[in-house]
Each structure stands twice: as structure tokens, then as C-alpha cells.
């Protein structure tokens, strides 16, 4: 039985150029349940309206009188709801990301930049002046019913005032889970 020597290693004395020991990422703490909760009914207060915009798609006059249904069944009218619907839908969805796994570090299936770390502000920045956007967007839901709207019918008036009615909550959703991803993040930068 012989013993070798250890291979040589090149030491580097710690300086301030160098740790002494390397910085391992610490994971941000879970997200509270509330958090959770408001970035998955962002999801659904939008799903409503789309589901309106889906039956004007397919042909379905959805609470409006004919002349008011007839710009809507052109293609380009159709392209554009159907469009929409589907932004809308998938900008909703990306607010559960502030409350995922894929918040933190972006999934690997993703060209170029799969299985990095996701820097915070870069979540953080878009998220907080889309909850913004969203809000000024959809303040005056509230007040559907004060406009007059001569292309649809009574019914189809109160249908659709209420299928828009969730979207006056998808900016203030979108902001208290945002904050709730700021503070998280904020405590691993400190750590």
C-alpha cells in the first residue's frame, strides 16, 4: 500500500477582492397564504370578461342588439377579441410567478436565459407598473352601469356590467402580491 501525496492546489490568501467563503443564494422565504391566494384569483377575475369576448368570437351576439353586434363579427374584430383575451389571460398568469418556484429562478425550458436566477427588481419593476396601468385602467368599472351603452341590449347591459365587474380587483391583486415578492426578496438581499 503506497500513499500519494495530495494533488497541489494554488491557495489565494481572502482579500477584499476575494471571499474568504462563497456567497451561497439563500432561498427567499415561502410567500405567505394571502399572497398565494390574490396572485391566483388574478387568473380568475379576468377569465369572466374573456369568456364574453370567446362567445362574441364565435358568433354568439352576447347581450348586444344587432347593429351593435355587426362590427364585432368581422375577422379583424374576431383576431382582435380573440387576442385580447389571450394577453390578458397570460398577463394574469404571470402574477402567480411572484408566488412560484419559477419567480425566483426562470424554468430551464427557456432559451437563453433558462436556469437563472431571476433578479428581483426585474420581477418587481414590470409587476408594480402593471398593477398601476391595471388599476387606472379598470377604475371606472365600477361605474359601468352610469355610461349609457345604446349598442346593447338592457339585459346584456347588466350581463356584461357584471361579467367586467372582477376587473376593477386585478390591479390591487396584482400590487399586494408584488409587495408580497418585494419583501420577500428584500430579506434574502440582506441576508
Given at each position: 500500500?503506497?500513499?500519494r501525496k495530495p494533488p497541489a492546489t494554488s491557495w489565494t490568501p481572502a482579500t477584499s477582492q476575494t471571499p474568504a467563503t462563497p456567497q451561497?443564494?439563500?432561498a427567499p422565504p415561502p410567500p405567505p397564504r394571502w399572497a398565494?391566494?390574490?396572485?391566483?384569483l388574478t387568473a380568475l377575475v379576468v377569465l369572466p370578461s374573456g369568456l364574453w369576448r370567446i362567445a362574441l368570437v364565435l358568433g354568439h351576439p352576447a347581450g348586444y342588439t344587432e347593429a351593435g353586434f355587426e362590427p364585432f363579427a368581422t375577422v379583424d374584430a374576431k383576431i382582435w377579441m380573440l387576442t385580447l383575451t389571450v394577453a390578458g389571460e397570460l398577463v394574469a398568469l404571470l402574477t402567480i410567478g411572484l408566488v412560484r418556484p419559477w419567480g425566483d429562478v426562470v424554468p430551464r425550458w427557456i432559451p437563453l436565459i433558462g436556469g437563472r436566477r431571476v433578479r428581483p427588481l426585474a420581477a418587481v419593476v414590470p409587476a408594480a407598473l402593471g398593477a398601476v396601468g391595471?388599476?387606472?385602467m379598470w377604475a371606472a368599472v365600477p361605474f359601468w352601469w352610469t355610461y349609457p351603452h345604446a349598442d346593447l341590449t338592457a339585459t346584456g347591459n347588466l350581463v356584461v356590467g357584471i361579467l367586467y365587474q372582477p376587473l376593477f380587483l386585478w390591479g390591487p391583486l396584482t400590487a399586494a402580491v408584488t409587495v408580497s415578492y418585494y419583501r420577500r426578496h428584500r430579506v434574502r438581499g440582506r441576508g
Open positions: 500500500m503506497t500513499l451561497t443564494p439563500v398565494v391566494l390574490a396572485a391566483h391595471l388599476t387606472l
